[in-house]
């Protein structure tokens, strides 16, 4: 066997090694990051700000460059 062919067995061995490792832990990990993952979305649904439209004529027409129809102001 070539030098060549023996370093591309050992570099082919740590790959699949590396491969099925992180596939083990990453299954391993799963319901705990899932977990995790929706306790972060119910306290970022808590957090939410409801917007309202502003009522028509509150804001001065000063603006040329950008007029908006609506603008959002949070409760």
Do not use: C, N
Request: hydrophobic share 40%; net charge positive; proline share 7%.
């Amino acid at each position: 066997m070539g030098t060549e062919m023996a370093i591309a067995l050992v570099f082919v061995t740590a790959f699949l090694w590396m491969a099925v490792t992180l596939t083990i832990l990453s299954a391993i990990d799963r319901p705990e990051r899932k977990a995790r993952r929706q306790e972060r979305r119910d306290i970022r649904d808590a957090r939410r700000i409801e917007y309202r439209p502003v009522a028509a004529g509150t804001h001065p027409q000063g603006r040329s460059r950008h007029p908006r129809t609506r603008r959002l102001h949070p409760h």
